[in-house]
C-alpha cells in the first residue's frame, strides 16, 4: 500500500511539517510514532499510522473546568 496515495491530505501535512522543521527532526517523530511512542498518529481514509494519542483529562472543581499543566523543566544558565 502507498501511504501518499491513500492518505494525501496527511503526507501534504507532513510534506509541509518537514519543510517548517527539518526532514530529520518530522523524520523522527513519526518513526518513534510507528515504534509504540507517542509522538505521532495520524489517520485519513479508513488508514492510520503511528501510535494514537490519548485525550487530556479535564478536571472540574468549583464549576471550573481546569486542565493539567505540563511545566518543562528548563536549564539553569
Known amino acids: 500500500m502507498n ?11 507532513i510534506d509541509a511539517c518537514r519543510v517548517a522543521f527539518g526532514a530529520s ?3 523522527e517523530s513519526i518513526k518513534a510514532g510507528m515504534q ?11 488508514h492510520t499510522i503511528g501510535t494514537p494519542i490519548p485525550e487530556p483529562k479535564i478536571y ?10 505540563v511545566i518543562a523543566k528548563r536549564g539553569r544558565q
Open 25 to 27: 527532526s518530522v523524520n
Open 36 to 46: 509504540g511512542f507517542e509522538t505521532f498518529y495520524a489517520s485519513e481514509n479508513g
Open 3 to 13: 501511504l501518499r496515495e491513500a492518505m494525501p491530505i496527511v503526507t501534504e501535512f
Open 60 to 69: 472540574t472543581t468549583m464549576r471550573r473546568d481546569i486542565q493539567p499543566l
